[in-house]
């Protein structure tokens, strides 16, 4: 059984910074692209960042220039690095893996950015 656990979301004041970081436990065997997700309250889940294997980026035009995502394919985490956060970026931050057959969730952990 395959999860991810995903870990630093919080509180912050705008202009601040936040690390997420998922990693994967269980039996799998390739992990293809990452990406984190985030869905805001009476929104859509939507795509904030996305790395290949071979770590080809791309981001949200909302998110270009403040947030950085990158991986680490041997211990089969992703990690996001959130700076410069504005309250537009509050919401629950999902990880995402692809498998061979399926992708997996995370369970979701809560960005918050006050004014």
């Known amino acids: 059984q395959v999860q991810l656990v995903e870990s630093g979301g919080g509180l912050v004041q705008a202009g601040g910074s936040l690390r997420l970081s998922c990693a994967a436990s269980g039996s799998i065997s390739v992990i293809n692209g990452m990406g984190w997700y985030r869905q805001a309250p009476g929104k859509q889940r939507e795509l904030v960042a996305h790395?290949?294997?071979?770590?080809?980026?791309n981001y949200a035009d909302s998110v270009k220039g403040r947030f950085t995502i990158s991986r680490d394919n041997a211990k089969n985490t992703v990690d996001l690095l959130m700076n410069s956060l504005k309250p537009e970026d509050t919401g629950v931050y999902y990880c995402?893996?692809?498998?061979?057959?399926?992708?997996?969730w995370g369970q979701g952990t809560q960005v918050t950015v006050s004014s």
């Open positions: 995402n893996m692809e498998g061979s057959w399926r992708a997996y």
């Open positions: 790395i290949t294997r071979d770590s080809r980026t």
